[in-house]
Structure formats: structure tokens, C-alpha cells
């Protein structure tokens, strides 16, 4: 059970990092495409 | 005078002249109340993990882990660091996009209503208040417990240190002297805790020997005489505090207003980051050590005193009144933050004074009167202030999370939908808590304050949304929130900030490592 609590977490922690990450891509993607306009 | 006293005196005094210093190169209200905008990277983060890190670190969270409740205490903590980089980024950088003074000039001027902002400012500034009140119970109690001076005077020594240093330098002077406290206890810190561990033998001998003293320390239940009958149930608490910190380290005002103070949107991303870092890394390594000091626990005179007394016991002197003094400084730096906080609300937001020097000048008086305030309250110490105590980290999240992200990322919700929401899960989650408090009563983990509070808020949003319609000003509110500054587009920058968020989702798999290397296997090893 220890062993899937530590597993959990560092997901869970990688799940937020990916949200972020596909979320501030997204954003400056949109920025990029309005510069370029 | 003993040398821990002579240690925090000294440190008291700098922190004060520090401050004098500071106040000089200030001009204007943004200086006092944002710091000028003009932050970097490095003083954002020192000012997230400083106000975060009270003498609650210390004692606090090292009592519970060696108390017997590390396994579900580290969920919540390492749950809570996810709040840095989604509050960033879903809620900080707008807020910094806003140009306001304070949070609730934000949610003003985003529903365009005074009633909303006066009662976010009053929801700030009671939860605050209630917070400096532990930090200063905290502040008292260590100060008494390592110098033997007396309570009242060692509360009243800190008082006079931050009110002195939030009241001449403002937001400016509490971001450095924010910075530099971090700086310090965090060093002092971790070189203690390296000398402590050396002292158990290493650290894999060190969780053998208290796992054999008691298995139960490490386990994934922790002690069921804690909090909760069974670990099932220390589990959904867990879980459910964990979400209520990944809200308060996105939204709470002592941390998202940095990001007000930040120089650009870049700076509020990447500070995010490092600033999860590094409270994972305190709060991983202050009470894993604190549930290692249970092979002293016939010397240590309570829970909330396991790292004190190791600070005192353990390692040389010098280095113990070191950190003992970076203990103090945790504490001050949390306090200077509310206390400017709270100074900024009843100036810009109670008051709303338009003037420049009267709003600073009504600030500083809102920082005298709030010093007053907690002075007296601390002092008498009456009952009823552990109830109020429990309030704030819930209050405040139950109150505004599910505002927060509507004022983003909803065309429907109204000012009255707002107001509502903000409004029944203050009055919720507060009720829940004090007639849990005040009745003794143990509830079931289901109507624990966090989710009535936020059911409450919704609740009001929703209805509130519904029966009322989205003013033109709203709508034009919203939509200047999603017009990026041109200054933000530098493709240097982006890549910078894109860099620093997919080191969060690195700083995942070190997480992962760092507990099955840290925690898991040598717990196995000495089961």
C-alpha cells in the first residue's frame, strides 16, 4: 500500500505537470498565431 | 540571556533596520502595496514558500508526522504543491494581467461590484487575522520553550518586529526580508537535518530503528488513534485536505497576491514552479525527520516540540541557534505577509481611497489596528481563539475557489452568482466549524467543512448565475482579462516559461523516486 501511495503521488503531481504544460503550449501557440497575423 | 535569545534579538534588530532601509526607496502606493511590480523570479518564489512556511512547519507539521500521521500528512503535502503551478497558471496570471492593487479590487473590478469586493477584502482579512493569530501562538510558544523568557514579552518582541517592518516598508520590504528568511532557514535546515540523520546512523538506519520502535510510523494508515478510526477514512481526509491546500496554495491571498507584485506573466509561471520545489523539499524533509525523533520521544516534552528539541539537543549550538532563529523567521515572514495583506484590503478595498498617500497612509493604520487587535487577542488567550484558529486555510478556499475560476473562465457567471457563492461558503464552512468546534462533535469525514463550504459555494453560484443576467461591463471585464499584454510575447521568454512548466512534470518522477528511495524501501527493509 506504501508503495502505491508514493506511485499516487508522483502521478498525480506528473497529471497537474501535464495539464499545465499542454495549457501554457496551447496559449502561447494562440499568441504566436496572432503575432504572425 | 541565553544564546538562542541573544541568536533571535540580534536577528529581530536586522530584520527591523533592514526594513528602515528598504522604506527609503519608496514612492508611491504601487511601491507599498505591489512592490512596484517589478519582482523577479527569485524574490516571487522566496516570498511564496516564506509566507507559506510558518513556525506551523516547524511544529505544526513535524508534530502530526511524529505524532503518527506522516503517511497521510505527506499525501496532503505533496498533493498541495500541484496548487503553485495551476493556480499560476489558470488563476495568477490574470490576476497579474488585472493591474489591482489587491484580490478583491480584482473580483471589483471583474463584476464590476463594491458589494463583492468589500466582502472578498473582509473574508481576506478575517482569515488572515485568524492565521497571524497561530503564527503568533507558534512564535510565542518556541520562543518561550528555547529562551524561557516569558510568553507575553516574546509575543510581543515578534509583534513589534513585523509590525515595525510590514508598517515602514510595506509589500516591498516583506518581499526581500521574505526572500532572505527563506534563504535562511531553508540552509540552516537542511544542514541541521543532515547532521541529525548522521547522528541516527544514516538515514536508512534511522527509519529501521523508529519502524522497530513502531511500525505503525510509516505505515500508510499512520496511528488510528490519531484522527480517524481507520485508515480508509485517514485516507478520504487525506485526499480532501490535500485538494483544500492544492486551493489555497492557487487561489489563498497570502499566496496568489505575490503574483501580483511579479514583473511580467513569465515570472509568475516560473515562479510557481521552483516555489513547489521547494516546499516539497521542507516539507518532505522537516517532518520525515520529526517522525525519526521518536527514538528520543522519552526527552521530547510533546509532538509539536520534536524538531525544536533536536534543534536544541542534537546538533552544535551555533548551528542550533541558527536554525532555531530561522524557525523565528519563518514565522515573522508569514506575519509581515498577512499583515501587509491585510493593511492593502482596508486602505484599497474597505476604504477604497483613490488618493495615493492617504491610501498608504489608511494602510498603515490598517496595519497598526490589526497589530492591536492580534495582540490583544494572543495575549488573553481566551478559549474560543482554537476554535476561531481551525477557520482560516478552509474558510478561505471554501469561500473563493469556485469564484476564482468562474471570474476566468465563465461567460455565465453574474455578480449576484458571485457574491452568493462567496458569501454561503464563508458562512458554510465557518458554521461547520465552529459547531464541530464548539460541540465537540465528531462528524462524519463526508460533512467535513471543506466539502459543505464548497457544495455551498457552488450552490450559490449556480442559483445566483441563474436568477440574474451578465452586465455589459462584465462581459467587457472578461474579455480584456484574455488580451495577452504585447510585452509577454517574447519568444525567448516562452520558450523559458515552457521549459521551466515541463520541470514540473519532471519534478513528478523525482516525487516518485524520492518516496519509494526515501521512505518506501527502507520501511519495507526494516518491517
Known amino acids: 500500500m506504501e508503495l502505491a501511495i508514493a506511485l499516487f503521488l508522483g502521478f498525480f503531481v506528473m497529471l497537474m505537470g501535464i495539464i499545465s504544460y499542454r495549457q501554457i503550449c496551447k496559449e502561447f501557440k494562440q499568441m504566436e498565431e496572432k503575432q504572425k497575423k | 540571556m541565553n544564546i538562542y535569545f541573544l541568536g533571535m534579538l540580534i536577528s529581530m534588530i536586522a530584520y527591523i533596520v533592514l526594513g528602515l532601509v528598504i522604506s527609503k526607496g519608496m514612492k508611491n502606493a504601487n511601491d507599498f502595496f505591489v512592490a512596484g511590480r517589478q519582482a523577479p523570479t527569485f524574490l516571487i518564489v522566496g516570498s511564496l514558500v516564506a509566507s507559506y512556511c510558518s513556525t506551523g512547519l516547524f511544529m505544526g507539521d513535524a508534530g502530526e508526522a511524529y505524532g503518527g500521521f506522516y503517511t497521510p500528512f505527506l499525501m496532503t503535502v505533496i498533493m498541495q504543491t500541484c496548487g503553485y503551478i495551476l493556480g499560476s497558471i489558470f488563476w495568477g496570471k490574470y490576476l497579474r494581467r488585472s493591474e489591482a492593487l489587491t484580490i478583491p479590487e480584482f473580483f471589483g473590478k471583474r463584476f464590476d461590484s463594491v458589494r463583492l ?3 472578498a477584502a473582509i473574508t481576506a482579512i478575517v482569515t ?4 497571524m493569530l497561530s503564527v503568533m501562538q507558534g512564535i510565542g510558544t518556541l520562543m518561550n520553550y528555547v529562551t524561557g523568557v516569558n510568553y507575553n514579552l516574546c509575543i510581543l518582541l515578534a509583534l513589534i518586529t513585523f509590525t515595525i517592518l510590514t508598517f515602514v516598508s510595506g509589500s516591498k520590504g516583506v518581499l526581500i526580508t521574505d526572500t532572505i528568511m527563506f534563504g535562511f532557514f531553508t540552509i540552516s535546515s537542511i544542514i541541521a537535518i543532515f547532521v541529525i540523520i548522521g547522528k541516527l546512523g544514516g538515514w536508512y538506519q534511522a ?19 490519531h484522527l480517524y478510526p481507520t485508515g480508509i477514512e485517514n485516507m478520504v481526509w487525506a485526499i480532501a485536505t490535500g485538494l483544500t491546500w492544492v486551493s489555497v496554495c492557487a487561489i489563498g491571498p497570502w499566496q496568489s497576491s505575490r503574483y501580483l507584485m511579479a514583473k511580467n506573466e513569465h515570472v509568475v509561471i516560473r515562479s510557481s514552479v521552483w516555489a513547489a520545489l521547494g516546499v516539497f523539499m521542507l516539507e518532505f524533509l522537516i517532518p520525515t525527520t520529526a517522525v525519526l525523533m521518536n527514538k528520543y520521544s522519552a526527552e521530547i516534552p510533546g509532538s509539536s516540540y520534536a524538531m525544536i528539541w533536536a534543534a536544541k539537543n542534537l546538533v552544535p549550538t551555533v548551528l542550533g541557534v541558527l536554525v532555531l532563529t530561522g ?3 519563518a514565522g515573522i515572514s508569514s506575519a509581515t505577509t498577512f499583515l501587509s495583506l491585510i493593511g492593502s484590503s482596508f486602505a484599497n478595498d474597505i476604504l477604497n481611497i483613490e488618493d495615493d498617500v492617504k491610501k498608504v497612509k489608511m494602510g498603515r493604520i490598517g496595519i497598526l489596528i490589526v497589530s492591536v487587535i492580534v495582540m490583544f487577542f494572543a495575549y488573553f488567550n481566551p478559549p ?7 477557520l482560516s486555510g478552509t474558510v478561505v478556499t471554501c469561500s473563493w475557489m469556485p469564484v476564482c475560476v468562474a471570474s476566468i473562465w465563465s461567460k455565465k457567471v453574474t455578480e449576484s452568482g458571485a457574491f452568493y457563492g462567496m458569501l454561503f461558503g464563508f458562512i458554510a464552512c465557518s458554521a461547520v466549524k465552529i459547531i464541530g468546534s464548539v460541540g465537540n462533535l465528531n462528524l462524519p469525514i463526508y460533512l467535513d467543512s471543506f466539502f459543505v463550504g464548497l457544495v455551498a459555494n457552488i450552490i450559490g453560484l449556480i442559483i445566483g448565475s441563474k436568477l440574474t443576467s451578465i452586465s455589459c461591463k462584465e462581459v467587457d471585464a472578461r ?5 495577452v499584454p504585447k510585452d509577454e510575447y517574447n519568444e525567448k521568454e516562452m520558450q523559458i516559461t515552457r521549459w521551466s512548466v515541463l520541470a514540473f512534470v519532471g519534478y513528478g518522477m523525482v516525487v516518485t523516486v524520492f518516496l519509494v528511495l526515501m521512505w518506501v524501501v ?3 527493509k526494516a518491517l
Open chain 2, 117 to 119: 469586493r468589500k466582502l
Open chain 2, 128 to 131: 488572515m487575522t485568524v492565521y
Open chain 2, 207 to 225: 527509519v529501521e530503528t523508529v519502524t522497530n520502535l513502531n511500525p505503525v510510523l510509516f505505515s500508510w494508515h499512520g496511528d488510528l488513534g
Open chain 2, 327 to 329: 524557525v523565528l523567521a
Open chain 2, 384 to 390: 474560543q481563539i482554537y476554535v476561531i484558529l481551525l
Open chain 2, 479 to 483: 474579455k480584456k482579462l484574455m488580451i
Open chain 2, 522 to 524: 527502507p520501511y519495507y
